[in-house]
């Protein structure tokens, strides 16, 4: 789908586990040459390349791919994408270390599914931190800012000419089980984006792209649910001490109102990174 002039969206589908049924935006910027944004699950690049042919562009046009943060199913296409195009690969410094030896990652992480859906691991050919930016192709300025949270190196990504950010999974979706590590990075992330300017779209990973003023109350409701749910969690951590850590999540979800929702394996972690 077309975002705006050069910026499109791939939607890619897959599973966590039998029950747990996920997808990932990733973006592809056009010009004279491409760029991607994100590299969704290992054996995504059949989708992206069959996407690129119906708008007419080659998968050896791709010259720069750029990864948010080191989860699988951002990383999971990036080992393959390098192999059939040569591009370079931009990653954050500070997760580096899980992009090019995924087993480190797993280690830390061991998700369900892990490695069908992470790939390969693959060189990081340019590390980047806040205020890097990046000129991969003409016309083409990306801009780098730090936004942990999430995971603990997330980035965002914005393409200065079209005032695109590109978001991953910095800001949490509505109605669905937040994800993170450190929800008050999290938070001043999300305060990070509401100060950008001239910024005309918001392409997250997860959720809808927002326009305008559907950035700004998105934002504005990330953030609101992130509070909300820090207090529900201390709220609970006070009144239930000697409950199970299973038996919190449930509460946690039930005074959320997530109680029809399928529990995600990280969920639990996102709790405690509401206390810690």
Not at 184 to 195: E, F, G, M, N, P
Not at 254 to 276: D, Q, R, T, V, Y
Request: hydrophobic share 40%; with cysteine; charged share 25%.
């Amino acid at each position: 789908m077309e975002v705006c002039s050069n910026v499109h969206q791939i939607r890619i589908d897959f599973h966590v586990t039998d029950q747990i049924k996920r997808y990932v935006y990733l973006y592809l910027i056009t010009g004279r040459r491409c760029c991607l944004i994100d590299a969704g699950v290992a054996g995504c690049e059949d989708s992206i390349i069959a996407y690129m042919g119906q708008i007419g562009r080659s998968p050896d046009e791709i010259d720069a791919l750029f990864l948010t943060h080191a989860h699988p199913d951002h990383i999971g296409g990036a080992s393959a994408l390098r192999r059939i195009t040569g591009c370079e690969v931009y990653a954050p410094e500070a997760e580096r270390e899980w992009i090019e030896d995924i087993g480190v990652q797993f280690a830390a992480r061991p998700i369900p599914n892990f490695y069908p859906l992470a790939g390969d691991s693959v060189t990081v050919d340019g590390p980047v931190r806040e205020g890097s930016i990046i000129r991969p192709a003409e016309g083409v300025t990306i801009r780098v800012l730090e936004t942990a949270g999430h995971s603990d190196g997330s980035v965002s990504y914005v393409l200065e000419e079209a005032g695109v950010a590109f978001t991953g999974d910095a800001i949490p979706v509505r109605d669905d089980l937040p994800i993170i590590t450190d929800i008050s990075k999290s938070i001043r992330s999300i305060q990070k984006l509401q100060a950008l300017e001239h910024v005309r779209y918001c392409c997250p990973a997860w959720d809808q792209i927002y326009e305008g003023g559907g950035m700004t109350e998105a934002l504005r409701r990330g953030g609101a649910l992130l509070d909300k749910l820090k207090q529900c969690v201390l709220r609970v951590e006070e009144l239930y001490p000697d409950r199970t850590e299973a038996e919190k999540m449930e509460m946690v979800k039930a005074h959320m109102g997530w109680k029809h929702l399928a529990s995600n394996p990280l969920f639990a972690a996102s709790i405690k990174a509401c206390i810690e």
